[in-house]
């Protein structure tokens, strides 16, 4: 629920939930990784998703995204079970996801990553050529991938090897990589782990950027928490395997549990500046 003003008077404002996960199990050998895992994302939001390391939120991330299929539980994407399809038919229905490890072809330039990106990329082939429209295709695609190049501030690397990129930078493609498939929700696992300052200021301020730019619902996996504090709308918390909290940045860092869970510390829950 968001409070918004009408009329000079503070109303409730129900939000869509684009997905809904619950009761989410997925053991591996006999140790539950995820363990009856329940959490919202409502539709436009930056949700953060925070815990300690083996928490269980890249395996929570991996069945939402089709990479693993849970012993039980459900999860919904706009009102409809996902739970059992492959990661592909996931991500064409519009939730995509990255990577703690960016996955991009090094021996393709960075132009061309972004291509093999694009929503209905028809591929190359004989027939492809001869389609109708193809050309307008085309230059379609390449437009958006510079207009994402260019909002990364990568357009001076489009023909250099994605290889030869820095690790905060790959990030950056990868993040565009994502944007680029045109998604309803994409799914960040750790998008600031390993990215300089600079860099990283830069991906906040476009993940802001483009969800203000509508369309795009996002849920992040971030340790870094001053970071996620300033630019979320909710942030749910993982612990072993649970999510033991979901709510507004300022009462997450309130919360008992919550605090309890990163080794009685409110420090280390207490983000730099307001929410975003």
Same mark, same amino acid.
């Given at each position: 629920?968001?409070?918004?003003?009408?009329?000079? =008077? /503070?109303?409730?404002?129900?939000?869509?939930?684009?997905?809904?996960?619950?009761?989410?199990?997925?053991?591996?050998?006999?140790?539950?990784?995820?363990?009856?895992?329940?959490?919202?994302?409502?539709?436009?939001?930056?949700?953060?998703?925070?815990?300690?390391?083996? /928490?269980?939120?890249? #395996?929570?991330?991996?069945?939402?995204?089709?990479?693993?299929?849970?012993?039980?539980? #459900?999860?919904? &994407?706009?009102?409809?079970?996902?739970?059992?399809?492959?990661?592909?038919?996931?991500?064409?229905?519009?939730?995509?996801? =990255?990577?703690?490890?960016?996955?991009? @072809?090094?021996?393709?330039?960075?132009?061309?990553? @972004?291509?093999?990106?694009?929503?209905?990329?028809?591929? %190359?082939?004989?027939?492809?050529? +001869? !389609?109708?429209? !193809?050309? *307008?295709?085309?230059?379609?695609?390449?437009?958006?991938? +510079?207009?994402?190049?260019? +909002?990364?501030?990568?357009?001076?690397?489009?023909?250099? &090897?994605?290889?030869?990129? #820095?690790?905060?930078?790959?990030?950056?493609?990868?993040? $565009?990589?994502?944007?680029?498939? %045109?998604?309803?929700?994409?799914?960040?696992?750790?998008?600031? !782990?390993?990215?300089?300052?600079?860099? *990283?200021?830069?991906?906040?301020?476009?993940?802001?950027? $483009?969800?203000?730019?509508?369309?795009?619902?996002? @849920?992040?996996?971030?340790?870094? @928490?001053?970071?996620?504090?300033?630019? #979320?709308?909710?942030?749910?918390?993982?612990?072993?395997?649970?999510?033991?909290?979901?709510?507004?940045?300022?009462?997450?860092?309130?919360?008992?549990?919550?605090?309890? !869970? &990163? +080794?009685?510390?409110?420090?280390?829950?207490?983000?730099?500046?307001?929410?975003?």
């Amino acid at each position: 629920m968001n409070a918004s003003l009408r009329g000079g =008077t /503070a109303v409730e404002v129900d939000r869509t939930r684009l997905l809904e996960v619950r009761d989410i199990v997925k053991r591996f050998q006999g140790v539950a990784a995820v363990d009856r895992a329940t959490l919202n994302v409502a539709d436009g939001s930056i949700t953060a998703l925070i815990g300690p390391n083996g /928490a269980g939120k890249t #395996s929570l991330f991996n069945i939402v995204s089709g990479f693993a299929r849970a012993d039980s539980g #459900s999860v919904r &994407y706009r009102g409809r079970s996902i739970a059992r399809l492959p990661p592909h038919r996931v991500a064409r229905a519009g939730l995509v996801r =990255t990577f703690q490890q960016p996955r991009v @072809l090094r021996r393709l330039t960075v132009l061309d990553n @972004l291509l093999l990106a694009g929503r209905r990329q028809p591929g %190359e082939s004989f027939w492809r050529a +001869l !389609a109708p429209g !193809a050309g *307008r295709r085309d230059r379609e695609l390449r437009r958006r991938a +510079l207009e994402l190049l260019a +909002l990364v501030r990568l357009e001076d690397r489009a023909d250099a &090897y994605a290889g030869v990129l #820095s690790g905060g930078q790959r990030k950056l493609l990868e993040f $565009v990589k994502a944007l680029m498939a %045109e998604p309803l929700l994409v799914l960040l696992d750790e998008p600031l !782990a390993g990215v300089n300052p600079t860099l *990283r200021e830069l991906l906040l301020q476009r993940l802001r950027e $483009v969800r203000a730019g509508g369309g795009i619902t996002f @849920l992040v996996i971030e340790h870094d @928490l001053g970071s996620v504090m300033r630019v #979320s709308d909710e942030v749910a918390v993982m612990s072993q395997g649970r999510v033991i909290f979901q709510g507004p940045p300022d009462a997450t860092r309130r919360d008992p549990a919550v605090i309890d !869970a &990163y +080794l009685g510390s409110a420090d280390a829950i207490v983000g730099s500046g307001t929410p975003g």
